[in-house]
């Protein structure tokens, strides 16, 4: 009787456990959580953790500016984004349970993700390209354009309406986030004077994906810590990532949810798994991206507290430029430009 007994408490525990099991949605790049993390949280919660992908910063706006996001658990968004979605009034705060953690990131992570959103990483942008194919070194934004232009078909510049027009803003000596009517304009005929020379005009790491070791890139301009993907889907191992003369764009990454989804549990339970130090870590070094963890930093290989493409050591304040809230006008005006150079 008491073997019986036993056996109908486990199956009533297992039941339970079952009927409790969630199915988490992440709408996430590619390539952003490490497969052997997730598995150990799936063995060890009983969720299931299911990936929605974007490709393009574009692309992930129009779902999360609507009220499409809601199917989601989690989305990626960068801090400029998430500025816009909480002033829409469109995230979640973070739960409480989640607030105390916030020790364990940077503080300009802290900064940038606020209380409605998580750090995820950080970074900046840069210039990529293939040693054995450019002869020389690429130091300036400007490079990307005549080189362009030079060698038609060899290079990819993204198709998003902020970074795109920053990287033209900079190859000219202005602001990356200039406001200034004649300066984009200015920026939208440097980016024309280039578009039909282009191998693709999207996503570098994207097109890398699609095309694996049939890439006929030798020029992207891409994000710190995409680099070490790049070679690895394309088996190219001659990728150099630069940080040009004029400067980069800094950016943050957060986690973040839909007002009508808030976090549950086994969201909560997800986050607080991934971010323990040792979670962190190899999920950070197996994609190879900064992680604003400061306990998982430490214990972290050589290799990567050393890499210069991840942490700079040489880059000055006044090459270090941040992401801003834009006025509508030049929101506008950028997309305008994004739109007529798709077309």
């Given at each position: 009787?008491?073997?019986l007994?036993?056996?109908t408490?486990?199956?009533?525990?297992?039941?339970?456990?079952?009927?409790?099991?969630?199915?988490?949605?992440?709408f996430t790049?590619?390539?952003?959580?490490?497969?052997?993390?997730?598995?150990?949280?799936?063995?060890?919660?009983?969720?299931?953790?299911?990936?929605?992908?974007?490709?393009?910063?574009?692309?992930?706006?129009?779902?999360?500016?609507?009220?499409?996001?809601?199917?989601?658990?989690?989305?990626?968004?960068?801090?400029?984004?998430?500025?816009?979605?909480?002033?829409?009034?469109?995230?979640?705060?973070?739960?409480n349970?989640?607030?105390?953690d916030?020790?364990?990131?940077?503080?300009?992570?802290?900064?940038?993700?606020g209380?409605?959103?998580?750090?995820?990483?950080?970074?900046?942008?840069?210039?990529?390209?293939?040693?054995?194919?450019?002869?020389?070194?690429?130091?300036?934004?400007?490079?990307?354009?005549?080189?362009?232009?030079?060698v038609?078909?060899?290079?990819?510049?993204?198709?998003e309406?902020?970074?795109?027009?920053?990287?033209?803003?900079?190859?000219?000596?202005?602001?990356?986030?200039?406001?200034?009517?004649?300066?984009?304009?200015?920026?939208?005929?440097l980016?024309?004077s280039?578009?039909?020379?282009?191998?693709?005009?999207?996503?570098?790491?994207?097109?890398?994906?699609?095309?694996g070791?049939?890439?006929?890139?030798?020029?992207?301009v891409?994000?710190?810590?995409?680099?070490?993907?790049?070679?690895?889907?394309?088996?190219?191992?001659?990728?150099?990532?630069?940080?040009?003369?004029?400067?980069?764009?800094?950016?943050?990454?957060?986690?973040?949810?839909?007002?009508?989804?808030?976090?549950n549990?086994?969201?909560?339970?997800?986050?607080?798994?991934?971010?323990?130090?040792?979670?962190?870590?190899?999920?950070a070094?197996?994609?190879?991206?900064?992680?604003?963890?400061?306990?998982?930093?430490?214990?972290?290989?050589?290799?990567?507290?050393?890499?210069?493409?991840?942490?700079?050591?040489?880059?000055?304040?006044?090459?270090?430029?941040?992401?801003?809230?834009?006025?509508?006008?030049?929101?506008?005006?950028?997309?305008?430009?994004?739109?007529?150079?798709?077309?």
């Open positions: 009787m008491r073997f007994h036993v056996i408490i486990l199956l009533t525990y297992l039941l339970c456990s079952f009927s409790l099991a969630d199915e988490i949605k992440i790049w590619e390539d952003n959580f490490s497969p052997k993390v997730i598995s150990d949280f799936e063995k060890q919660s009983g969720h299931t953790i299911k990936q929605i992908y974007f490709d393009s910063e574009m692309l992930r706006d129009q779902v999360v500016y609507t009220n499409k996001a809601n199917v989601y658990d989690l989305f990626v968004v960068d801090n400029l984004t998430l500025e816009v979605l909480i002033a829409k009034g469109i995230v979640s705060e973070l739960a349970s989640l607030l105390g916030s020790s364990n990131f940077r503080a300009d992570a802290n900064t940038a993700c209380k409605y959103g998580i750090p995820q990483a950080f970074g900046s942008m840069g210039i990529g390209y293939r040693s054995s194919k450019v002869s020389k070194p690429l130091t300036s934004w400007m490079d990307v354009f005549e080189y362009a232009k030079q038609p078909g060899s290079v990819i510049i993204p198709n309406n902020i970074d795109t027009t920053a990287i033209a803003l900079m190859a000219l000596g202005y602001k990356p986030m200039s406001t200034n009517e004649s300066e984009l304009k200015e920026a939208y005929q980016l024309n280039v578009i039909t020379n282009l191998l693709a005009f999207r996503n570098g790491f994207g097109y890398a994906m699609d095309k070791k049939e890439s006929k890139a030798e020029v992207m891409f994000y710190s810590g995409e680099k070490e993907n790049i070679e690895k889907v394309t088996e190219q191992d001659d990728w150099v990532y630069t940080i040009p003369n004029e400067g980069t764009l800094l950016w943050h990454e957060c986690l973040s949810s839909h007002r009508d989804k808030p976090m549990q086994a969201t909560i339970d997800f986050v607080k798994f991934i971010n323990t130090p040792n979670n962190a870590i190899k999920n070094q197996e994609f190879w991206f900064a992680t604003p963890n400061k306990a998982a930093l430490k214990l972290a290989s050589d290799d990567y507290r050393n890499d210069q493409e991840l942490f700079p050591t040489n880059l000055s304040v006044d090459r270090s430029f941040h992401y801003e809230r834009l006025d509508k006008a030049t929101l506008n005006t950028r997309s305008k430009i994004i739109s007529v150079l798709s077309k």
